[in-house]
């Protein structure tokens, strides 16, 4: 599947990489990040619009610099590069670069060149550019045909163009937010440069795709792990589509989720979207599995070993299936193309379902794989998923059984599940519930004294955890109001039998984690 129009980010490891991706797809602009050595003549069959090249840690100093194919700026296409880009650019035809003693980094106001190139900064209506910077080395000497758009007094380089070859660069970074016009330079290069239409949309998306799902799949079967989750749902759905009852789905319950939510999965896409939904009840086997681990790594290697093993079950009983479909996302694909390292494409993909036994061969199918998050859910909405699904907050894995610390049994599950209930119908009334992560309760292996009526009680203690995040690997607790907080705890003391005290986590990732074990 491949939009008339689109952008080839080639990829230098910049840590700004998939954000010039996201920028460009704002702009209704489908765009890819693709190997950064991705031969010309490659590039050439796919027939860009435009080509980017990212920034990168590397300095075109180093022996083993990533560079890309020189042909790349021969195909007639319009490039743009954006920092280590740009240098590399300079070097690869010609011109000069000089390692930086220092390393400028920040905010810079740079000068926009009076006879400059029109096309990228030139009809801004600016002298001036409040832009963010981050290089060593520099463009000292530009390659034939170019002139400097841009400088600052430090980098009389600042940014430089080639208008008759539509080759550009720039020494800073248009795509983050510290470089208020950012946006509006990259809008240049995509529409006045490259002549994008800017008419890329989910609706096309699901149309490519689904073409590509029944070209691809045939008269085969498919396989897909349903757990609720939003990639999942979305993948099941968007197949659905396309192959209707060629699609099976198989959904293990392990007991170990959210108060309703197995319920809430057979309800959604057995019963609304008629999928084709296999249900495990498999309760009963994740909880004798359980019994006496106390280990979070142990309980972990417990319940994905189990879910292997009902999934491979499942899988069997339907006989011949060809693809094993996957909610594979963007970010964990684009990994792998970095020249500094990082699994392969391959050996993620296969890592997913590593754990199956080895007789079971699926060809993977992943449909998102080319999408972000935020567009996932988007696609889901225009597939119709329900808001309920697609803004569900990221529930782990092994769900409930990371949060009885301690030994997992039926009877802590269930007070768990009821505390966390009250939790998130209170955490769902917040105006800004939307800026939430994550919230959920806790149960910890604790008892404390407590007094209910005339009685002492010695019952367990119930934590309460919300946090904002914005990928989950750095995180800071949510200043929850008090009067929801007081709440909170009223509700679970009172009505969910087993807990007599609830305390709240105000602990920051790092160094805590967000879920306790
Ligand atoms: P931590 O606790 O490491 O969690 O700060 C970061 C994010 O990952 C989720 N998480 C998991 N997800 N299997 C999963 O699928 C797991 O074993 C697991 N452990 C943590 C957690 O909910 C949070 O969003």
Not at 13 to 35: F, T
Not at 51 to 73: K, M, Q, R
Not at 394 to 405: E, K, N, Q, S
Request: hydrophobic content about 40%; proline content about 6%; aromatic content about 8%.
């Amino acid at each position: 599947m491949k939009p008339h129009d689109w952008i080839a980010i080639l990829d230098y490891g910049s840590q700004y990489s998939q954000l010039i991706a996201r920028r460009i797809r704002e702009q209704k602009v489908y765009c890819e990040l693709i190997r950064f050595d991705t031969p010309a003549a490659t590039l050439a069959a796919r027939q860009p619009a435009g080509i980017i090249l990212s920034g990168g840690p590397s300095s075109v100093f180093e022996t083993n610099a990533p560079l890309g194919d020189p042909g790349l700026y021969d195909l007639g296409v319009p490039v743009l590069g954006i920092c280590y880009g740009m240098q590399m650019t300079a070097k690869l035809l010609g011109g000069k670069v000089t390692p930086g003693h220092s390393r400028e980094y920040g905010k810079a106001q740079i000068r926009v060149a009076a006879n400059g190139d029109a096309s990228l900064l030139g009809d801004l209506d600016a002298t001036e550019l409040s832009v963010w910077m981050s290089h060593g080395d520099q463009v000292v000497n530009m390659p034939e045909g170019f002139h400097a758009i841009a400088s600052t007094p430090s980098c009389p380089v600042a940014a430089m163009a080639n208008p008759a070859r539509r080759i550009f660069g720039l020494q800073f970074h248009p795509e983050v937010v510290h470089t208020p016009r950012g946006t509006d330079i990259l809008r240049k290069f995509l529409f006045a440069i490259c002549g994008c239409t800017g008419d890329w949309q989910m609706s096309q998306f699901i149309r490519d795709s689904i073409a590509d799902i029944r070209q691809r799949v045939g008269d085969d079967h498919v396989v897909c792990g349903l757990s609720g989750g939003v990639d999942s749902s979305v993948v099941a759905v968007l197949i659905h589509r396309a192959i209707g009852k060629q699609l099976h789905c198989i959904f293990v319950d392990n007991g170990l989720l959210r108060h309703g939510e197995a319920e809430q999965v057979e309800q959604t896409f057995g019963k609304a979207f008629g999928l084709d939904l296999h249900v495990a009840r498999a309760q009963d086997q994740f909880l004798k599995r359980l019994k006496g681990v106390v280990d979070p790594e142990m309980k972990r290697k417990a319940i994905g070993a189990m879910f292997v093993e009902i999934f491979a079950e499942e899988a069997r009983k339907l006989g011949h299936v060809k693809f094993l479909a996957q909610g594979t996302l963007y970010p964990d694909v684009i990994e792998s193309f970095s020249p500094i390292g990082g699994p392969s494409a391959t050996i993620k993909s296969h890592h997913n379902v590593g754990g199956l036994p080895p007789d079971m061969k699926f060809e993977l199918l992943e449909p998102v794989r080319e999408l972000f998050k935020d567009e996932v859910r988007a696609l889901g909405r225009e597939l119709g998923v329900p808001d309920a699904v697609t803004n569900r907050q990221p529930f782990p894995g092994p769900g409930m059984a990371v949060r009885v610390l301690g030994e997992v049994t039926a009877e802590r599950v269930t007070i768990l599940q009821q505390a966390d209930l009250r939790v998130q119908e209170e955490i769902e009334k917040l105006p800004n519930y939307r800026d939430i992560w994550q919230s959920f309760a806790v149960l910890l292996p604790v008892q404390t004294v407590g007094v209910m009526g005339d009685s002492r009680t010695y019952e367990n203690v119930a934590a309460l955890r919300v946090v904002e995040s914005r990928d989950g690997m750095t995180a800071d607790w949510h200043r929850v109001p008090y009067d929801t907080l007081a709440r909170i705890s009223n509700r679970i003391i009172n009505e969910v039998r087993g807990v007599n005290r609830v305390v709240f986590d105000i602990s920051s990732k790092p160094p805590a984690t967000i879920e306790w074990e």
